[in-house]
Nanobody, 119 residues
């Protein structure tokens, strides 16, 4: 059974930094494209950052230059380094693992971690 467990959320002041971590268990981490999504109250879940199996990355325009996604296949972990945080970054952040093989998509989500940016 594939499980994703996020950690690292919390309360931070505007301009501060946080690093989120997400550990995958129950499958081969290196096969998955990994993503971070977020959902603020009253809003739809949105993609924040994506890193492919080949370590290509993609970012939402709102976080470019401030957030960095990375992965460590030896530790089955994906990270999201968040710098220069703004109040509008406040949301529940979710980790996603995505893998397609022979036309079948395997898609898993973590339980989410709260990030609050406030003075």
């Amino acid at each position: 059974q594939v499980q994703l467990v996020e950690s690292g959320g919390g309360l931070v002041q505007p301009g501060g930094s946080l690093r989120l971590s997400c550990v995958l268990s129950g499958s081969t981490f290196s096969l998955y494209n990994m993503g971070w999504y977020r959902q603020a109250p009253g809003k739809q879940r949105e993609l924040v950052a994506l890193i492919t199996t080949g370590t290509g990355t993609n970012y939402a325009d709102s976080v470019k230059g401030r957030f960095t996604i990375s992965r460590d296949n030896a530790k089955n972990t994906v990270y999201l380094q968040m710098n220069s945080l703004k109040p509008e970054d406040t949301a529940v952040y979710y980790c996603n693992a995505d893998f397609v093989v022979v036309g079948v998509r395997y898609d898993y989500w973590g339980q989410g971690t709260q990030v609050t940016v406030s003075s």
